[in-house]
């Protein structure tokens, strides 16, 4: 059974940073696309970041660029996302989800993705 578990959440100030972890068990997370959602209560859920199986190409969404990072590192099995310059609508609790397709124009989730429980982001003004 593939149990996906995210951590490094919190609260933080306007400005401030956060990493983000992912990991995996049962499951070798090398052979993936990997990618961060979140999703805010009332809205949609946004896809945030991707990388794939190489590394070689990542996607960030707009409101993102150039703040946040994703990387992985396949022998920890773990994904990073280093969140900077943080802003109150980054507030949102934030998922993993393994076996995305991810191209450098966006991410897709599809039906046997395995997704974790989320981590809660907040941004204090």
């Known amino acids: 059974q593939v149990q996906v578990v995210e951590s490094g959440g919190g609260l933080v100030q306007a400005g401030g940073s956060l990493r983000l972890s992912c990991t995996a068990s049962?499951?070798?997370?090398?052979?993936?696309?990997l990618g961060w959602f979140r999703q805010a209560p009332g809205k949609e859920r946004e896809g945030v970041s991707c990388i794939n199986w190489t590394g070689g190409t990542t996607y960030y969404a707009y409101s993102v660029k150039g703040r946040f990072t994703i990387s992985r590192d396949n022998a920890k099995n773990t994904l990073y996302l280093q969140m900077d310059t943080l802003k109150p609508d980054d507030t949102s609790m934030y998922y993993c989800a393994v076996s995305v397709s991810c191209s450098d124009s966006g991410i897709y989730a599809p039906g046997n993705a395995y997704w974790g429980q989320g981590t809660q982001v907040t941004v204090s003004s």
């Open positions: 049962g499951k070798k997370l090398a052979s993936y696309g």
